[in-house]
Structures are given as structure tokens and as C-alpha cells.
């Protein structure tokens, strides 16, 4: 069967370049979790001179950064407890349980990007899969969010004023948003798919 759907050479390119930045941002989504455990919260400020420097309160909740800031001596507390290594191993795999479904989002994304700019071959029917894991990625990643954000939350717990606890954050607005979004891009590539075998099948029966 002939590939019918085809791209002006122009806007092939386009796709072909616009995949290959989803691709490397995607492998700087993988490459975060190793940045958080060795230098938690990296902030680049021009208070004193512009700089990187790493700020661990950065990845607490606002309420709880306030109370860090008000206790006496709590962020050097909290620095203190971040840098232990067992800490610093818990950053880097709760930070991965966000970071894994996004980056196969991202990958999917920009292969299917890449397959549609393709110059030869069934591009449409090469791209539809990879777009169908994106979608599936991005509804692992819409319940990776609030999982990911409280395992850090309770992780660093003991480096706060409260001290140690078990913190469970759900913003059902946020999930139910980005789950939605996700089973609609499913939904789309899934009947896509289906009249494209239609389409193949009719051709074959001619």
C-alpha cells in the first residue's frame, strides 16, 4: 500500500528538527534525577554576581519553606540532613518515578515527530505507535506527580522544624486535567490506527 499521507519538504524538516528537541529534552529529563542527588535544587540567581548555586529548601512546599526560614538555624538543619547519602539516593529515586514516564512522554513525542518527517516509508503508520506510547506515558505520568512530590515531601520531612512525618498531596484538579488530556490523545491515536488498518485492509480486498 502506498504511503499516502506525505509533507511539503519544508515542513518535514520542521518536524524532523522539532522531534530531535524533544528527544534531547528528554535525555535532560533523565539526566535531573542524578543532577538533584549530587546538587539538590540547583537556582540561578544574580543577587551577588549570577551564579548557580544549590538550594535545598527550593524543594520543599511554600508553607514548609516558611517554616525552615523561621526556625533558627532550619536551613542549615535541613542542608545538614540532605547531605547524608542515603538521603541523597532517596532524591535520585523518588526523582525518577516523575522523571521516567515524562521522558518516555518526550521520546515519544519526538520520534513520532521524526517518523512524520521521515523522507521514505509508511510515515503515518510508523509515527502513530509512538504516539500512542506518549499518550499512554503521559497517564502513567499524570499519577507519577502527586506520587513523586509526596515521597520528596515526606523524604525530606526530618530535615524540617515539624520533624518526620508522612505527607500524601493530591491536587485532584491537576490529576483529573492531565489524565483527561492523556486518554483523549489515546482515544485520537487509537481511532486514527483503526481507520488506518481499515484503509489497508479495504486496498488488499481491491
Not at 3 to 26: E, M, N, Q, T, W
Not at 71 to 82: D, F, M, R, T
Request: charged share 15%; with cysteine.
Amino acid at each position: 500500500m502506498p504511503d499516502l499521507y506525505s509533507l511539503p519538504p519544508k515542513k518535514a524538516r520542521v518536524c524532523r528538527i522539532a522531534g530531535a528537541i524533544f528527544l534531547v529534552f528528554a535525555a535532560v529529563t533523565l539526566v535531573e534525577p542524578v543532577v538533584l542527588s549530587i546538587w539538590p535544587a540547583p537556582t540561578f540567581g544574580c543577587a551577588e554576581g549570577c551564579h548557580w548555586k544549590s538550594r535545598p529548601i527550593a524543594m520543599l512546599d511554600d508553607d514548609v519553606q516558611a517554616e525552615v526560614e523561621a526556625a533558627p538555624g532550619g536551613e542549615a538543619k535541613l542542608a545538614i540532613y540532605i547531605d547524608r547519602s542515603v538521603v541523597r539516593a532517596g532524591i535520585f529515586g523518588v526523582s525518577l518515578i516523575d522523571s521516567l514516564p515524562f521522558a518516555a512522554l518526550l521520546m515519544g513525542v519526538g520520534i513520532a515527530l521524526r517518523r512524520l518527517g521521515s523522507a521514505r516509508g509508511n510515515r503515518l503508520g510508523q509515527a502513530l505507535p509512538w504516539l500512542r506510547r506518549a499518550s499512554l506515558a503521559a497517564i502513567l505520568w499524570a499519577f507519577a506527580q502527586p506520587i513523586s512530590q509526596s515521597l520528596m515531601a515526606s523524604l525530606l520531612s526530618p530535615g524540617t522544624p515539624e520533624g518526620e512525618y508522612w505527607y500524601f498531596m493530591v491536587d485532584f484538579v491537576d490529576v483529573g486535567t492531565g489524565l483527561m488530556l492523556a486518554i483523549a490523545a489515546y482515544a485520537a491515536v487509537w481511532a486514527l490506527e483503526g481507520g488506518l488498518k481499515a484503509q489497508r485492509d479495504l486496498d488488499e480486498f481491491v
